[in-house]
């Protein structure tokens, strides 16, 4: 493999990580704001509440738990865990090719 490709391919598998880090971080922050009963009306909470809500779309409900928080860390981390796994097994293949 030429310096060129190696390169490239190393610089797309860190624009990979970082994004499933990023948003790995808005989804644990959002259940951190929750936990804490941050306050809503808030820019930067009501932001966060939005593009968490938008990534963990696919979850929404999944887990249905009597207790609020634990349904907010259940549907709220899974997406989370889901977007790091599969980030950086796509950066390690990205580096391997």
């Known amino acids: 493999m030429s310096r060129r490709a190696r390169y490239s391919s190393n610089e797309a598998a860190k624009a990979v990580v970082v994004i499933a880090d990023l948003t790995a971080l808005i989804l644990g922050l959002w259940i951190l704001f929750a936990l804490l009963d941050a306050n809503r009306a808030n820019d930067l909470v009501n932001f966060v509440?939005?593009?968490a809500g938008w990534l963990a779309g696919w979850s929404h409900d999944l887990f249905t738990m009597d207790t609020a928080w634990v349904r907010t860390v259940l549907n709220y981390g899974l997406p989370?865990?889901?977007y790091l796994c599969i980030?950086?097994?796509?950066?390690?293949?990205i580096r391997r090719a």
């Open 80 to 82: 989370a865990v889901v």
């Open 87 to 93: 980030g950086h097994m796509l950066a390690a293949r």
């Open 49 to 51: 509440h939005i593009v």
